[in-house]
């Protein structure tokens, strides 16, 4: 990368994300694309749009992907040398169904992400969640690339509540209060195929429809320190049982006891 370790320290620091670093080679690119759409035959569509969860344990080439060196450079120089892959998910946004000749498909009903906060739904303590959206499609506007609120991650925790606009791919359908946010200082991420951005779990992040005819595929990969900790949360208990260390070594085995 041309960019120093730490310019993208500081970067990260300051705003929270990163966007727009190359990761695929064009030869793993097609072979990650390829492989993907072997898996919307077998499950349809429906499914892959966001129910591929942590296949990274069933499939090699998807545990590849949250090993590639490109990403974990990164990692590694955010939370630092000992990493454990705490999740993952496909997320994919099909074409807008073209409208009929009587009735176009409202803006509303289609699937978006409303915004939000990744630690609000992670239970995790101790240390920072960090989120890759690895682009397997060019991500742009009309197809609903992700939006950020650069350095809101340092403003903590916010409350959400359930959403009021229909189609919200979150699956507790909760969103941040607008009253709450500056969302007049938004601003886009849009990555070419093969590229990542990364964001801090506290920054405030949503992505719009797509009104496009092109599809929007990312790999969600979600990494923490393993000086990390797993907490109670009794709005949204959960288990960790995919992680698995990626980098460096593990003296805390905070989540050893989940990973069966």
């Known amino acids: 990368m041309t960019t120093s370790t730490s310019e993208l320290q ?56 949250t090993k590639h060196p490109r990403i974990l450079q990164v990692v590694q120089a955010i939370v630092g040398p000992d990493v454990i892959l705490l999740d993952s998910r496909f997320i994919c946004k099909y074409p807008t169904p073209k409208p009929s000749s009587t009735q176009g498909h409202e803006d509303e009903e289609l699937p978006y992400v409303a915004w939000h906060q990744d630690m609000r739904y992670w239970g995790i303590a101790g240390g920072p969640v960090l989120s890759v959206w690895l682009a397997l499609d060019d991500s742009v506007k009309e197809n609903g690339a992700l939006r950020v609120i650069p350095g809101s991650h340092c403003s903590g925790l916010l409350p959400h509540h359930q959403a009021v606009r229909p189609g919200n791919m979150l699956t507790v359908n909760q969103e941040i209060p607008e009253e709450l946010l500056q969302t007049e200082e938004a ?39 393993t000086y990390a900790y797993p907490i109670e949360d009794p709005d949204r208990p959960r288990k960790f049982h995919a992680t698995q260390l990626v980098c460096g070594t593990d003296q805390f085995k905070h989540f050893s006891s989940q990973a069966q």
């Not at 779990?201 to 429809?209: E, F, M, R």
Request: glycine share 6%; proline share 4%; net charge negative.
């Open 10 to 65: 500081e970067t990260y620091k300051q705003q929270g994300f990163l966007s727009g670093l190359p990761v695929l080679t064009e030869t793993e690119l097609r072979e990650a694309t390829l492989a993907f759409s072997e898996l919307e035959k077998e499950f349809g569509e429906n499914y892959t749009k966001y129910s591929l969860h942590n296949v990274h344990r069933q499939y090699p080439w998807v545990m590849d992907l």
């Open 187 to 225: 601003v886009l991420c849009p990555l070419l195929a093969g590229q990542m951005s990364i964001h801090d779990g506290l920054l405030v992040h949503a992505s719009d429809a797509n009104t496009s005819q092109k599809r929007r595929c990312g790999f969600v990969i979600r990494y923490v320190p």
